[in-house]
């Protein structure tokens, strides 16, 4: 493994962390702020409601059946070389979607953003990782989830406002961002590798991975929009005997993107089922809640995109503390009540309708929400790592930010439909209101399963090894990471953090 000893303060540094810094903070500002522009992009092209499921879906998808195998790539070919394609690629697809004559050709745009963001977003936490040492390499991952922070507190606005000019514009500010970072990351940050990865690449598991999360997604938002018609079943049947191939072909990989023995760990898969019912419902969540607010509410996109800032300045302030507390005492309490906390703020989001008040109607929901979910992230990425073997510490991390936005994509595809949304239904309130009531009812039950579920499955911590031992295995994990610098929950997974420093830097 090449590693690069860099100090904090200095300005070799700095410039680390500002190539690293943008370019988690531009794959983030996309994720977020695209849920914002969702109704002037259906506005513009008369899209359906299955446009807009894909408009958000096509990214995802992308993003979680790749991640994995970005990361890889980025040990064996090089993490700055990957990073820098990664930025290329998610500026060019940016700007095709920026430029997009239809809806359908801003889908596919966004599925070629998912790929640049899974080439880039691996990096930014490796690249970090790879080139500090250790208080340096502490101080640079408090640094970047710092200002990733103030990145996910500014992003609504920034979003808002740019919405309110043009929705392209949401895409094509990434283009000087992009440039920036290739010229920083060209000139000032230093190359690394793991030498000791292994040199096959899972492709045959890879492609498995996008094809069935691919097709069962189209099934399940098809089926929405015309029932359940040959080609809808026929596809989502493809799906599923894709994801059950995947399964076999990581048990005899020579190099699996998911190591079976991860799960072999009850904890390990009970905690990832946690994370697939709670990321399902915050997927669902981010999506319709800005919707609801601008077609049921009247909100302006600003308003609508900065409603939900609050959650974003509780988990600044409370997720440092509640992972201290998760390593503690263990996950079990905080992410139960957590959980249930954020069940009764969905429950009171349901209640948003035509003439609801900001202060009155949307605040309190959202502060409740914003309470429960910041007691239950830091602890569930606590969990994640506790479950797994130090050697597999990054992987592990990895394979559950896969697991949350593949939860993100489902939701998103079917809940919908199953709540009666499809069609035209999102331009007129009374069908889109009463859907959304009842999508959200829905996301309400998924986060008090997830609570049950971390109530009976999640038990103490287990005892991790100290030492010099413990050290360098989780430092192995903190460049292998495969998560992304995405800090807004409702689209990415939980934040990854090295095993040596979650109780100092936990998950926000």
Same mark, same amino acid.
């Given at each position: 493994?090449?590693?690069?000893?860099?100090?904090?303060?200095?300005?070799?540094?700095?410039?680390?962390?500002? *190539?690293?810094?943008?370019?988690?903070?531009?794959?983030?500002?996309?994720?977020?702020?695209?849920?914002?522009?969702?109704?002037?992009?259906?506005?513009?092209?008369?899209?359906?409601?299955?446009?807009?499921?894909?408009?958000?879906?096509?990214?995802?998808?992308?993003?979680?059946?790749?991640?994995?195998?970005?990361?890889?790539?980025?040990?064996?070919?090089?993490? =700055?070389?990957? /990073?820098?394609?990664?930025? !290329?690629?998610?500026?060019?697809?940016?700007?095709?979607?920026?430029?997009?004559?239809?809806?359908?050709?801003?889908?596919?745009?966004?599925?070629?953003?998912?790929?640049?963001?899974?080439?880039?977003?691996? @990096?930014?936490?490796? %690249?970090?990782?790879?080139?500090?040492?250790?208080?340096?390499?502490?101080?640079?991952? @408090?640094?970047?989830?710092?200002?990733?922070?103030?990145?996910? $507190?500014?992003?609504?606005?920034?979003?808002?406002?740019?919405?309110?000019?043009?929705?392209?514009?949401?895409?094509?500010? +990434?283009?000087?961002?992009?440039?920036?970072?290739?010229?920083?990351?060209?000139?000032?940050?230093?190359?690394?590798?793991?030498?000791?990865?292994?040199?096959?690449?899972?492709?045959?598991?890879?492609?498995?991975?996008?094809?069935?999360?691919?097709?069962?997604?189209?099934?399940?938002?098809?089926?929405?929009?015309?029932? $359940?018609?040959?080609?809808?079943?026929?596809?989502?049947?493809?799906?599923?005997?894709? %994801?059950?191939?995947?399964?076999?072909?990581?048990?005899?990989?020579?190099?699996?993107?998911?190591?079976?023995?991860?799960?072999?760990? #009850?904890?390990?898969?009970?905690? +990832?089922?946690?994370?697939?019912?709670?990321?399902? #419902?915050?997927?669902?969540? /981010?999506?319709?809640?800005?919707?609801?607010?601008?077609?049921?509410?009247?909100?302006?996109? %600003?308003?609508?995109?900065?409603?939900?800032?609050?959650?974003?300045?509780?988990?600044?302030?409370?997720?440092?503390?509640?992972?201290?507390?998760?390593? =503690?005492?263990?996950?079990?309490?905080?992410?139960?009540?957590?959980?249930?906390?954020?069940?009764? @703020?969905?429950?009171?989001?349901?209640?948003?309708?035509?003439?609801?008040?900001?202060?009155?109607?949307?605040?309190?929901?959202? !502060?409740?929400?914003?309470?429960?979910?910041?007691?239950?992230?830091?602890?569930?990425?606590?969990?994640?790592?506790?479950?797994?073997?130090?050697?597999?510490?990054?992987?592990?991390?990895?394979?559950?930010?896969?697991?949350?936005? *593949?939860?993100?994509?489902?939701?998103?595809?079917?809940?919908?439909?199953?709540?009666?949304?499809?069609?035209?239904?999102?331009?007129?309130?009374?069908?889109?209101?009463?859907? /959304?009531?009842?999508?959200?009812?829905?996301?309400?039950?998924?986060? %008090?399963?997830?609570?049950?579920?971390? *109530?009976?499955?999640? @038990?103490?911590?287990?005892? =991790?090894?100290?030492?010099?031992?413990?050290?360098? *295995?989780?430092?192995?994990?903190?460049?292998?990471?495969?998560?992304?610098?995405?800090?807004?929950?409702?689209?990415?997974?939980?934040?990854?953090?090295?095993?040596?420093?979650?109780?100092?830097?936990?998950?926000?």
């Amino acid at each position: 493994m090449t590693v690069t000893d860099l100090r904090m303060g200095t300005a070799a540094g700095r410039w680390v962390l500002l *190539a690293c810094v943008l370019g988690s903070g531009m794959a983030m500002l996309d994720s977020t702020v695209v849920n914002i522009a969702l109704s002037r992009i259906g506005e513009e092209f008369g899209a359906s409601f299955a446009g807009l499921q894909w408009t958000v879906n096509g990214y995802t998808l992308t993003l979680a059946g790749l991640i994995l195998l970005g990361g890889s790539l980025g040990d064996r070919f090089g993490r =700055r070389r990957i /990073f820098l394609v990664g930025a !290329v690629w998610f500026a060019a697809a940016s700007l095709l979607c920026g430029l997009a004559p239809s809806v359908e050709v801003l889908v596919g745009a966004r599925a070629l953003q998912g790929v640049g963001g899974a080439l880039l977003t691996p @990096g930014s936490l490796a %690249l970090i990782s790879a080139s500090f040492h250790g208080r340096d390499r502490a101080a640079a991952i @408090g640094a970047w989830s710092g200002l990733g922070g103030v990145a996910g $507190a500014l992003g609504p606005f920034v979003g808002g406002w740019l919405v309110e000019w043009s929705w392209r514009a949401v895409f094509l500010i +990434n283009l000087p961002i992009a440039a920036i970072i290739v010229v920083v990351a060209l000139r000032h940050v230093p190359e690394s590798r793991d030498t000791s990865a292994v040199q096959h690449l899972d492709v045959p598991g890879t492609l498995l991975a996008v094809v069935g999360l691919g097709a069962l997604t189209w099934a399940l938002t098809a089926a929405g929009e015309s029932g $359940a018609d040959p080609a809808v079943l026929v596809t989502g049947l493809a799906g599923v005997l894709a %994801l059950v191939a995947f399964a076999f072909v990581e048990r005899r990989s020579p190099a699996p993107l998911v190591p079976g023995e991860l799960f072999a760990s #009850a904890r390990f898969t009970a905690a +990832n089922l946690v994370t697939l019912l709670m990321y399902a #419902a915050l997927g669902l969540l /981010f999506v319709l809640v800005v919707l609801q607010l601008q077609v049921v509410g009247g909100f302006s996109p %600003l308003a609508a995109g900065t409603s939900m800032l609050p959650v974003t300045a509780l988990m600044l302030l409370l997720s440092a503390r509640m992972g201290a507390l998760g390593a =503690r005492i263990g996950p079990r309490v905080p992410m139960t009540v957590g959980l249930v906390v954020a069940a009764a @703020g969905v429950w009171l989001l349901s209640l948003i309708g035509p003439g609801t008040s900001y202060l009155t109607g949307v605040l309190p929901a959202v !502060v409740v929400f914003g309470l429960g979910l910041s007691a239950a992230v830091a602890p569930l990425t606590t969990a994640v790592l506790d479950a797994a073997d130090d050697r597999h510490a990054g992987v592990a991390s990895g394979v559950n930010n896969a697991v949350a936005r *593949a939860a993100g994509l489902l939701a998103v595809a079917v809940i919908p439909a199953v709540a009666g949304i499809s069609g035209d239904d999102w331009t007129d309130p009374v069908p889109f209101g009463a859907g /959304f009531r009842i999508a959200m009812h829905v996301a309400a039950v998924l986060l %008090l399963a997830g609570a049950v579920l971390s *109530a009976t499955l999640l @038990g103490p911590p287990r005892n =991790r090894r100290g030492g010099a031992g413990r050290d360098e *295995a989780s430092r192995d994990g903190a460049v292998r990471d495969t998560g992304c610098g995405d800090r807004h929950c409702g689209v990415s997974g939980p934040r990854p953090v090295p095993a040596h420093e979650e109780e100092s830097h936990p998950s926000a």
